[in-house]
């Protein structure tokens, strides 16, 4: 039976325990619903929830040790003779996969596979499946091992869940008296679906902490930690021995976010200003989300503008009538692009805490003759200062989070330059290639992105939090 | 010192002129910002517009028995042994031929050169259409096939004579044989659905690749992350806002949740390579595992403005559900969600607008692998291998052809075309239910 089908059987089978147990509850006190200790409503809930959510998480369980132990058994039909030097334990690995689905479309087309090896790569290249070598017996036999054992956790898997929903239907079946405090067992199962939904933020918290971390620690066995942290050169090399420093990186990610806060907070700060103490009800109505939308933009359109617009048109216009470089990927895209991604950011939030400054203030200073600039520099920014400085620093962590900008705009290479029309590299751009390269997973090149997802998550988790305080001490302090 | 009240001094002046250039800051500030806007705007609709139409060619194409089908049999074992290569020389001869009978002048260029006007791709699509149709074979049908992407560039001002002297894949001489086809109408700029509709193509084929698998992979993860993350999220925001004592637990995951919507979604991406793929053996590619990546980031989006939401409801609603005898559940369930209801549904759809738009995490987890075959249909179709509209649109910038810039920046209208349409949803939910207390 496929996932779909029951999955459907299993909402089905769901209704009718709801209706059979609420139809139990009646008949048990002969339709009188006062000599229930809950609406019957609630004793139908108590069976379709012991029949689904058991099974619900025996689905879940079964899907996901599913793959690892077919695939154990598989590669255990393998000959020592199939894992050579040019098709290593992980080729061998996806060819046994790949040959296993080929074999499965096969049979559903109703065509036995040939025996030959050869004519079996024609017949499945007829099916739209390429394989990367023709099988040894062993791979076939792995890979009829594979298809075999999907085939039968198929039908396993739903003659368990069909058990598990049938038990657990029973069970609450039998437990329906007219003192049963269904209600009270439907809202305490309730309640606990609703803690362990909210635990789920901490869950993700601590994964991505585990996982970072365990890496890192598998990094720097490899790696010597000192070299990763004081090392100025960053230089992968596929064979080996390659210097992987943090400090080009780091030098290329506070560049950028640098030249981003010079275009974000001006432009930002002056707009939240004239918003917020000059403009009229009916034109901040217009502007604020006009320059909200900056926000909604995916970075990935940002990143397409870097690469094609504002890229070449800094390249044919400033940095190359000055000399300053000729590479259309340049710190200074990325930055002044960046810089327009986080301008909503700066002007959003100084706008709410500039709202914030109460009204006694600004009247206090008008009335004793400031003009309304006036007021604003001696008065508002003062006291808005720290929200300011809070809305600064989200902008500089968005900023440095931020990937597909630099990804696309900021370029490749790894340097420690201060010119600004020069291509650099940042800690997200260098995430992204060593992970997505074809280096060996176990290897240093590609688990120093874990070290560097540390470094930033570490950075910007700093700077959220020192941000959040400053912001709600201001908070505080006007309440 | 005297003077009138009616002319101002020095002072006032300098003053008042700080005045202006203060307000005057602010006005262009605000112009600068506007303008980045704009010119981020117009910069993507310029070059993605022409992707939305295709350069084509249309003429007859005989699709003869005795090269299609030699045996005569009609048998498809046969007719799917016949390569693109020969519907390819097919298209060519068929092509000449229409010149021939026009009277075009085709000049030097031999039945080949002609038939390099054509997309490989049309090849393809030719043989798909006569396997999936023999008793076509014999006769003589309409096609429409693809121009190829530098014919296609030349009309959309990519290729100059000047630069086609120079390409080894295109020449002056076709440039110019592609003029006359127009003149004589074989040849035409039409509007182009494969671009929506059609999976990606290879490299050297831009003129025929289009966003369907990416369509369908990022409503895939749509679905994934509305079917987890609404629930879970407003299940999550109850139990904050409505029954956790307060305490040193609660505490936590309030702070947690603050801290998850700032981590960067790059971060996501590891935790999913390393959880999802890696620890748990999830393919790599499936829009289940990015939609799960999703589903995470949207987590804190969600549940900060289901809490507003939450928050919203007066507490006279709770206490008259609790005063006629409701349980706390109930009221809950019964009256506060029902009303904070559009309030949760609109941060819902931001917070899946932003999830669309998303792309670095999913880098990391292989979505940006060539993905030519449309995944089945869901649940199983969740595990396939797919792509995904922004991974796509970065897929195509990575590409040498200079056609899958068009493509690129095409793309991006499509996905801020339902970006548009998700906000949009979400502010009428705002102004139609929105209430005040």
Known sequence: MSLGLLLLLLAVLTVLAHVAGRRRAMRLVGGDLRKLHSLPDFYGRTTALAAAVPALILILVWLIAQAPLLEGRAMGRLQPTDITAERPLEAVRADVIRLADGLARLASAGETPAADPAALVEQLKAHGLVLQAEPTPGVLAAAESYRAGVVLSKVWLSLATIAVMALGFLLAWWRISPDFRARNATEGFTLALLVGASLIAVLTTVGIILSLLSETIHFFRLYPAAKFFLSTTWNPQFAGGSSLGLWPLVWGTAYVTVIALLVAVPIGLFSAIYLSEYAGPRLRGVIKPAIEMLAGIPTIVYGLFALITVGPLLRDWIAQPTGLGNSSTSVATAGIVMGIMVIPFVSSLSDDIINAVPQSLRDGSLGLGATPSETVRQVVLPAALPGIVGAILLAASRAIGETMIVVMGAGASAKLSLNPFEAMTTVTVKIVSQLTGDSEFGSPETLVAFALGLTLFTFTLVLNILAQIIVRRYREQYE | ?437
Not at chain 2, 19 to 44: D, M, N, P, T
Not at chain 2, 92 to 116: F, P, Q
Not at chain 2, 217 to 244: D, H, N, Q, W
Not at chain 2, 315 to 337: E, N
């Open chain 2, 1 to 437: 010192m005297s003077g009138s009240l009616l002319t101002q001094d020095k002072r006032t002046r300098a003053r008042n002129a700080a005045e202006a250039r203060f307000r005057s800051y602010g006005i262009v500030a605000i112009i600068l910002a506007l303008l980045a806007l704009v010119w981020l705007l117009i910069s993507i609709l310029g070059n993605g517009l022409p992707a939305f139409r295709q350069t084509m060619l249309t003429f007859p194409v005989t699709l003869d028995a005795a090269v299609l089908d030699k045996a005569d049999t009609r048998d498809p074992q046969a007719l799917a042994k016949v390569t693109t290569i020969t519907y390819g020389k097919l298209l060519s001869r068929a092509l000449s031929a229409e010149l021939a009978a026009r009277g075009i002048d085709a000049g030097t260029l031999t039945d080949k050169d002609i038939g390099s006007l054509i997309s490989e791709e049309s090849a393809a699509q030719l043989r798909d259409k006569v396997l999936g149709d023999p008793g076509l074979i014999g006769s003589t049908i309409t096609f429409q096939a693809l121009a190829t992407g530098r014919i296609d560039g030349y009309y959309k001002g990519r290729v100059t004579m000047e630069t086609a002297a120079k390409d080894k894949n295109t020449s002056p001489e076709k440039l110019a044989l592609a003029d006359k086809m127009k003149d004589a109408g074989i040849l035409a700029m039409r509007f182009n659905p494969g671009f929506i509709l059609l999976p990606d193509a290879s490299d050297k084929r831009p003129e025929a690749a289009g966003l369907g698998v990416a369509i369908l992979g990022s409503a895939y993860m749509m679905i994934v992350v509305l079917l987890l993350s609404l629930p879970i999220g407003v299940a999550a925001s109850l139990y904050l806002e409505e029954f956790a004592p307060r305490n040193r637990f609660t505490d936590l995951i309030e702070v947690n949740i603050a801290n998850l919507a700032a981590v960067p979604s790059i971060v996501y991406g590891i935790l999913g390579l390393s959880f999802f793929i890696n620890f748990a053996g999830l393919p790599r590619s499936a829009p289940v595992v990015g939609g799960l990546v999703l589903v995470l980031m949207t987590l804190p989006r969600i549940i900060i403005p289901t809490r507003a939401a939450l928050n919203a409801v007066p507490p006279s609603i709770r206490d008259a559900a609790l005063g006629v005898g409701a349980s706390r559940l109930q009221t809950v369930f019964h009256h506060v969600l029902p009303l904070a209801m559009p309030g949760i549904l609109t941060g819902t759809i931001i917070g899946l607008a932003q999830a669309l738009g998303e792309t670095a995490p999913l880098l990391l987890i292989g979505m940006v692998a060539f993905v030519k075959d449309f995944p089945s249909a869901p649940p199983e179709g969740l595990f396939d291998p797919a792509s995904a509209l922004p991974v796509q649109i970065y897929n195509w910038t990575t590409r040498g052809d200079p056609g899958f810039v068009e493509r690129a920046s095409g793309a991006i209208i499509v996905l801020l075309v339902f970006l548009i349409i998700m906000n949009a949803a979400a502010i009428a939910l705002r102004r139609r239910f929105e209430r005040r207390w």
